[in-house]
């Protein structure tokens, strides 16, 4: 069983910058990918960005230019730099893994999710 457990969501003024953290713990062969999903009061989750193995980032248009997503492998952690942060950035934010176990199963987990506020 693999643990994602997320820090750094908090309340920020519109143009401000906050950092995100997901830390994976447990049966963890290979991190094959990480990333961040977001769900705003009444929508949908939407995926933000992700950072595969080899190091490919992939963004949403939402916040290409203003988010950046990164990793230190020796801490299974991936982050979520948000830099002139909008109102519309106001959401839950999700950490989310592709991890292949001891036995080579891949599987996708979930952190709890951490609630970012920005205020105009």
């Known amino acids: 069983q693999v643990q994602l457990v997320e820090s750094g969501g908090g309340l920020v003024q519109a143009g401000g910058s906050l950092r995100l953290s997901c830390a994976a713990s447990g049966n963890i062969f290979r991190v094959n990918a990480m990333g961040w999903y977001r769900q705003a009061p009444g929508k949908q989750r939407e995926w933000v960005a992700t950072?595969?193995?080899?190091?490919?980032?992939t963004y949403a248009e939402s916040v290409k230019g203003r988010f950046t997503i990164s990793r230190d492998n020796a801490k299974n952690t991936v982050y979520l730099q948000m830099n002139s942060l909008k109102v519309e950035d106001t959401a839950v934010y999700y950490c989310?893994?592709?991890?292949?176990?001891?036995?080579?199963?891949?599987?996708?987990?979930w952190g709890q999710g951490t609630q970012v506020t920005v205020s105009s």
């Open positions: 950072m595969y193995s080899g190091g490919t980032t």
């Open positions: 989310n893994a592709n991890i292949r176990s001891d036995n080579l199963n891949d599987s996708h987990y």
